[in-house]
Nanobody, 120 residues
Framework: QVQLVESGGGLVQPGGSLRLSCAAS????????MGWYRQAPGKQRELVAA???????NYADSVKGRFTISRDNAKNTVYLQMNSLKPEDTAVYYC??????????????WGQGTQVTVSS
């Protein structure tokens, strides 16, 4: 059994910063790509940022230069540092991690979601 636990969301003023964390635990044999998605009310879920096992990163154009994704392989954790936050960044943020469990195939696991609200 594998679990992803997210933390770090909250309410922040425009221009502020937040750091999201997503820790994977359980019967993990290997982890590949890790990423963050977000879904605003009435909109489709979209990719925010992703990082490969080798450390290559990919960002949505709307967050380039403001958000930074990183990972700590020893802790099976992925982070999203969000700076210069804007009201349009308001959404529920989800982490997604490609995990191979012991004795199983690769599977994309999802976190429970954490609310990020940017408002004055």
């Amino acid at each position: 059994q594998v679990q992803l636990v997210e933390s770090g969301g909250g309410l922040v003023q425009p221009g502020g910063s937040l750091r999201l964390s997503c820790a994977a635990s359980g019967s993990i044999f290997s982890i590949n790509a890790m990423g963050w998605y977000r879904q605003a009310p009435g909109k489709q879920r979209e990719l925010v940022a992703a990082i490969t096992s080798g450390g290559s990163t990919n960002y949505a154009d709307s967050v380039k230069g403001r958000f930074t994704i990183s990972r700590d392989n020893a802790k099976n954790t992925v982070y999203l540092q969000m700076n210069s936050l804007k009201p349009e960044d308001t959404a529920v943020y989800y982490c997604s991690v490609a995990i191979k469990s012991t004795g199983s195939s690769w599977y994309d696991y999802w976190g429970q979601g954490t609310q990020v609200t940017v408002s004055s």
